[in-house]
């Protein structure tokens, strides 16, 4: 007759060693979610100068060479251009935005009072309903009581629209300023950080490391000069046109130029609206240089020198380019736009590089059998 078995009973050990990896994950975990907490508030500088640097990799590698290989000295001058070529800029910008915004609440508000707010000139010329726009204009902007009420009520939401624009824009620029401190680093000790970076994808994809990294750094690369690029020669081709056009605030319109080259059709949308604005000041012959500069130079820049740029990288879906630039403003702030589009690309490039390695990858020992 046999005897029943007896249920295991589990020996101290293994539990206590249980315990303790429960203990030294809990530990672990607080350390992860504690780092992160503290580097939150960078995080957006941080994938920008990640983003500036990476592109920007091979330019400071030949000025480490000229200066003689201090790494120290080139890192600073890399971080002046950068000050030079966005931060100053960005400035001025919202310095110019700000007094024109004020200039123009200014003036449209003295003219609703006074009822001396005139209907342009090439209103009445709209086919069909230009007499009707005009005796509208008019009939709206002789009673100056009831517009200014009518504007009290909406000056309200538009003020607060306006502060949190600004300080929204304020935040980017601090953004900004701290991604520069924070490329200076990333430039003097980038090989000592990619080294790392390198050893943690070892641990994560083995013999594939190296491929991986260099993948996502050409990734990176070619989105920015790509789509970056091609903003900013659209955005410097457009302030030398409205320069020559005589049309205010040039350069407030390049950074808006350089905005909305994300956006499919969006320069027209600035160009096109100087032109009627010269239509509407009588300065016909300058109206028609602006749509032709528009055509010619700002427009075509998009299909002749973006294919120049990104041939040698991943071309990214202009769908993804736009949920990029928005998601990457909703998700860190004004400095998003730039991380936005880079951040989707090495996404759909790590998906990439998945998805055909599964391809590639041997049968198993079993499916070989069977075939």
């Not at 890399?78 to 003036?107: D, E, H, K, R």
């Not at 209103?123 to 200014?148: C, F, K």
């Not at 390198?198 to 991986?212: N, V």
């Not at 740029?309 to 993804?320: D, E, G, H, T, Y």
Request: hydrophobic share 55%; charged share 10%; net charge neutral.
């Amino acid at each position: 007759m046999t005897e029943p078995l007896e249920p295991a009973v589990e020996s101290p050990k293994p539990v206590a060693q249980r315990m303790q990896q429960y203990a030294q994950l809990a530990a672990v975990v607080v350390i992860v979610v504690g780092c992160y907490l503290v580097l939150h508030p960078f995080i957006p500088a941080m994938l920008f100068a990640a983003v500036v640097c990476s592109s920007s990799w091979a330019l400071f590698v030949r000025l480490r060479r000229i200066l003689w290989g201090n790494a120290t000295v080139a890192a600073l001058a890399m971080c002046l251009l950068q000050v030079l070529l966005v931060v100053g800029p960005s400035i001025l910008i919202a310095a110019s935005l700000s007094n024109n915004v004020s200039s123009l609440a200014a003036t449209i508000s003295g003219a609703l009072e006074s009822g001396t707010l005139a209907p342009p000139a090439w209103l009445s010329s709209v086919p069909l309903v230009g007499d009707y726009a005009v005796q509208y204009w008019q009939q709206v902007a002789s009673s100056g009581e009831s517009v200014a009420s009518q504007a009290k009520g909406l000056l309200d939401p538009a003020r607060g629209f306006l502060v949190a624009t600004g300080k929204a824009a304020g935040q980017g620029l601090l953004q900004l300023v701290l991604a520069v401190f924070i490329s200076f680093f990333f430039y003097r000790d980038g090989e000592l950080l990619m080294a790392a970076i390198r050893k943690a994808f070892e641990r994560l994809a083995g013999d594939l490391a190296g491929e991986l990294v260099a993948t996502i750094q050409n990734t990176v690369t070619g989105v920015v000069h790509g789509i970056f690029g091609t903003a900013l020669a659209q955005a410097i081709v457009a302030v030398i046109g409205f320069l020559i056009a005589g049309v205010p605030a040039a350069f407030l319109l390049g950074m808006g130029t350089f905005l909305f080259s994300l956006v499919p059709i969006g320069p027209p949308l600035i160009w096109g609206g100087a032109a009627i604005w010269l239509m509407s000041e009588g300065q016909t012959g300058w109206a028609i240089f602006m749509v032709l500069w528009g055509l010619l130079a700002i427009s075509s820049i998009d299909n002749v020198v973006k294919p120049f740029l990104i041939s040698r990288a991943s071309n990214l879906p202009l769908l993804l380019i736009v949920l990029g630039a928005l998601g990457g403003v909703v998700a860190f702030g004004f400095i998003g736009i730039f991380i936005g589009p880079p951040v989707l690309a090495v996404g759909l490039t790590l998906l990439q590089f998945w998805i055909a390695r599964t391809r590639a990858a041997p049968d198993t020992p079993d499916q070989a059998g069977v075939a």
